[in-house]
């Protein structure tokens, strides 16, 4: 099954830009590549997903290597609100057989 | 305006009782969802409900049972408590597929002592 890697932790300072990777070598022609946040003690959230294209929304964006092997999650301007997990996930959607393939995520510790 | 509610937030309970979840959305989402989250933060879904019907059921043992009397709801029963169901259990639900944006609940904390 295709996977994803990423680093288990990572600091920022306040109000600088944090580029946070993951790797999916294996991933297929039709996966999408999808990340959600955690904050602490809160369920998961949507952040933002992608196929090919870089993706701008007003959280984050989404830079997708060329051959697709691997992405790099950018929050613009860190804020102390942006410490938690950070989970890059691949969304299979081969028919009806849809699956997401979470990674163990990236703990962003923000310093003030 | 809670948009997936989950009751109880924590649960604390002895080996071998009987437990039940409780989840509802108020999304109008046609799809819901029970993952479990262990120690080490690896969330692991359980089963999926796509209008009241099971489409998911990943290799759970049967002691868990979901039930959804209705699309905007999906409990999780589980028997015989082992301290190895010991978890945060996290109902989510999508507007249709699991690729779709999910939006999760709060959480709740299993501990079996």
């Known amino acids: 099954d295709a996977k994803t890697t990423q680093p288990n932790s990572m600091e920022s300072n306040e109000e600088e830009p944090v580029h946070l990777p993951c790797n999916h070598s294996t991933i297929s022609g039709t996966d999408y590549i999808h990340w959600y946040r955690q904050l602490p003690s809160q369920g998961p959230e949507y952040v933002i997903h992608g196929l090919t294209s870089n993706v701008n929304n007003r959280m984050a964006s989404l830079a997708i290597a060329e051959d697709r092997k691997s992405s790099t999650l950018i929050l613009h301007r860190a804020t102390l609100r942006d410490a938690a997990v950070y989970y890059c996930?691949?969304?299979?959607?081969?028919?009806?057989?849809?699956?997401?393939?979470w990674g163990l995520g990236t703990s962003l510790a923000v310093n003030p | 305006d809670t948009a997936v509610s989950q009751t109880p937030k924590y649960l604390v309970t002895q080996m071998g009782n009987d437990k039940s979840i409780k989840c509802e959305q108020n999304l109008g989402h046609d799809t819901m969802y029970w993952y479990k989250q262990d120690s080490k933060k690896f969330l692991k879904i359980m089963f999926s409900y796509n209008n009241k019907e099971l489409i998911i059921n990943e290799t759970v043992p049967n002691r868990f049972s979901p039930k959804s009397p209705d699309k905007a709801h999906l409990n999780l029963h589980i028997n015989s408590l082992e301290l190895g169901d010991s978890a945060v259990y996290f109902c989510a639900s999508s507007l249709g597929r699991i690729t779709d944006t999910q939006y999760f609940g709060p959480g709740t904390r299993l501990t079996v002592l």
């Open positions: 996930i691949l969304g299979r959607y081969a028919g009806n057989n849809r699956k997401l393939i």
